[in-house]
Nanobody, 129 residues
Framework: QVQLVESGGGLVQAGDSLRLSCAAS????????MGWFRQAPGREREFVAG???????FYADSVKGRFTLSRDNTKKTVSLQMNNLTPDDTAVYFC???????????????????????WGQGTQVTVSS
């Protein structure tokens, strides 16, 4: 059974940086796409970033230019580098993994929560002003 474990959340000040990591267990990783979503109190879960099998990345407009997503297939991990954080980034961040997918994905595919089969428990990111 595949499990995803997020780490790296915490409390920071506006303008600071954080690096979230997600470690996957299970035999398949390189043939799946990965994504990050976040959910703030009282709000729906929203797409943050996704990476397909080719390493192509996709970002929500709200984080484009500030967040960078990468993957390491050898270590079965994805990392989300978050720079210049603002209070609007405060949320629980969830890592998610698709089933086996094609090599290239689209933004629409990775931004849809229904695409993903496995979800992590989430890690809290709090940004104070």
């Amino acid at each position: 059974q595949v499990q995803l474990v997020e780490s790296g959340g915490g409390l920071v000040q506006a303008g600071d940086s954080l690096r979230l990591s997600c470690a996957a267990s299970g035999r398949t990783f390189s043939d799946t796409a990965m994504g990050w979503f976040r959910q703030a109190p009282g709000r729906e879960r929203e797409f943050v970033a996704g990476i397909d099998r080719s390493g192509g990345t996709f970002y929500a407009d709200s984080v484009k230019g500030r967040f960078t997503l990468s993957r390491d297939n050898t270590k079965k991990t994805v990392s989300l580098q978050m720079n210049n954080l603002t209070p609007d980034d405060t949320a629980v961040y969830f890592c998610a993994q698709t089933p086996r997918v094609a090599f290239f994905a689209t933004f629409a595919y990775l931004a849809d929560p229904k695409t993903y089969r496995t979800w992590g428990q989430g890690t809290q990111v709090t940004v104070s002003s």
